[in-house]
C-alpha cells in the first residue's frame, strides 16, 4: 500500500539493517531472536515487539519459526499523528508483563487470517486490519521521547 504493508515470512533471518519504517513484529509460531539496540530478546510465539524508525535491528528465526511483520512509514505516520518528529512505541511483551497484549494478538489474528484466504483477499478489510492495529499502538503504547509521558490520541481521531 505504500505508506503500509505487512508480510508474513517463515525462518527468517535478516542481516542487522537499519529501518526508516515503525517495525511491528508477531511470532506466529517458532522460536525468534530479536537483536534491537544492542540487547537480545528471545521472543516466541504470540509475542510482539516493536522497532521504532531510525534503529538498527536484526531478526533470526529459528527452525520451523513464523512471523508477521508490519511496516509504517514515517510519512504515514507524520501525516496521521501530524507531528514532525518520529514516533516512539514502547511495546515489547517479552519485557512488559503488566500488559495484557491481548488487543494486538487478536488484531494479528485477524491479519494472518486475512493473509491465509489469498485467493478471496480483501484489500479494504487488509488495509483496515492494518490501521486497527496503528490505533490500537497510539492509543495505548505512544510515548513522548522529550518528557516520557504517553499519548494517548491521535490527531485526527
Known amino acids: 500500500y505504500g505508506f503500509m504493508n505487512y508480510t508474513v515470512q517463515q525462518e527468517l533471518k535478516e542481516k ?7 517495525v511491528v513484529l508477531y511470532v506466529i509460531f ?21 522497532i521504532n524508525s531510525g534503529v538498527v535491528y536484526q531478526i533470526n528465526g529459528g527452525a520451523g519459526s513464523a512471523v ?18 518520529n514516533l516512539f512505541f514502547m511495546c515489547n511483551s517479552k519485557t512488559d508483563r503488566s500488559r495484557s497484549y491481548g488487543q494486538i494478538r487478536g488484531i494479528f489474528q485477524e491479519i494472518i487470517r486475512e493473509y491465509i484466504r489469498q485467493e478471496r483477499k480483501n484489500v479494504f478489510r487488509e488495509r483496515s486490519l492494518l490501521y486497527k492495529l496503528l490505533a490500537c499502538l497510539c ?19
Do not use: P, W
Not at 30 to 45: A, E, T
Not at 68 to 85: F, P, Q, R, T, W
Open 16 to 22: 542487522a539493517h537499519f529501518s526508516g519504517d515503525t
Open 30 to 50: 517458532g522460536n525468534v531472536q530479536l537483536h534491537l539496540m544492542d540487547i537480545d530478546y528471545d521472543l516466541r510465539k504470540n509475542d510482539v515487539a516493536v
Open 68 to 85: 508477521c511483520i508490519v511496516n509504517y512509514s514515517a510519512d504515514l505516520l507524520a501525516s496521521l499523528y501530524g507531528s514532525e518528529k
Open 139 to 157: 492509543e495505548d503504547y505512544l510515548e513522548d521521547k522529550v518528557d516520557g509521558t504517553e499519548k494517548t490520541a491521535a490527531k485526527n481521531s
